[in-house]
T-cell receptor, first 114, second 115 residues
Framework: AQKITQTQPGMFVQEKEAVTLDCTYD???????LFWYKQPSSGEMIFLIY??????QNATEGRYSLNFQKARKSANLVISASQLGDSAMYFC???????????FGIGTKLQVIP | DTGVSQNPRHKITKRGQNVTFRCDPI?????LYWYRQTLGQGPEFLTY????????KSRLLSDRFSAERPKGSFSTLEIQRTEQGDSAMYLC?????????????FGQGTRLTVV
């Protein structure tokens, strides 16, 4: 099974609206972290938000929040008040403590429409 | 420290030539990772180091690929006898330890084009 599944190859959102990017994961490691990264066309990977497997509350970082549903193994990224600069590829990733490496999904391309 | 640094940013080489990329991680980070990313895909794990020890290599890392991290500081990734299929972005990342609570910090990547 894929460790990270992102089922939305592309998404469009109107400027100032909210958008949810889906991510499901598969692991048997009880200690793991879930991460979202943004990759603009320039190519650098920009860290957005983190959720730990033992965290009780959903993570938030400014306009980014993570809808963490552990039983369903999902970690969806919510971007509120979308801006034109949010147009980019978004990658969900998992770090499993037992494996000591970060595994990425195939990404979702988000385009913000003025 | 300004973050993870990779050099060169771009490399164009002829098929059959050898290429070497360098990664300078954040200084206090003992874990260093190499990833390969092709167009439209997420980064794929290649190998990682804990200090100077190379602890894991992906099946993607053929015999033509070798990575080193002498003295546990910077790392190099060498590709021998390059093929057109090696064309990709090569990303380096570092982390400070084994905890799952810390993100990987990425460099800006080296984009390799094999012609």
């Amino acid at each position: 099974a894929q460790k990270i599944t992102q089922t939305q190859p592309g998404m469009f959102v109107q400027e100032k609206e909210a958008v949810t990017l889906d991510c499901t994961y598969d692991t048997s490691d009880p200690s793991y972290g879930l991460f979202w990264y943004k990759q603009p066309s320039s190519g650098e990977m920009i860290f957005l938000i983190y959720q730990g497997s033992y965290d009780q509350q959903n993570a938030t970082e400014g306009r980014y929040s993570l809808n963490f549903q552990k039983a369903r193994k999902s970690a969806n990224l919510v971007i509120s008040a979308s801006q034109l600069g949010d147009s980019a590829m978004y990658f969900c990733a998992i770090f499993e403590r037992g494996y000591q490496k970060v595994t990425f999904g195939i990404g979702t391309k988000l385009q913000v429409i003025p | 420290d300004t973050g993870v640094s990779q050099n060169p940013r771009h490399k164009i080489t002829k098929r059959g030539q050898n290429v070497t990329f360098r990664c300078d991680p954040i200084s206090e980070h003992n874990r260093l990772y190499w990833y390969r990313q092709t167009l439209g895909q997420g980064p794929e794990f290649l190998t990682y180091f804990q200090n100077e020890a190379q602890l894991e290599k992906s099946r993607l890392l053929s015999d033509r690929f070798s990575a080193e991290r002498p003295k546990g500081s910077f790392s190099t990734l060498e590709i021998q006898r390059t093929e057109q299929g090696d064309s990709a972005m090569y990303l380096c990342a570092s982390r400070p330890g084994e905890s799952a609570r810390t993100e990987a910090f990425f460099g800006q990547g080296t984009r390799l084009t094999v012609v």
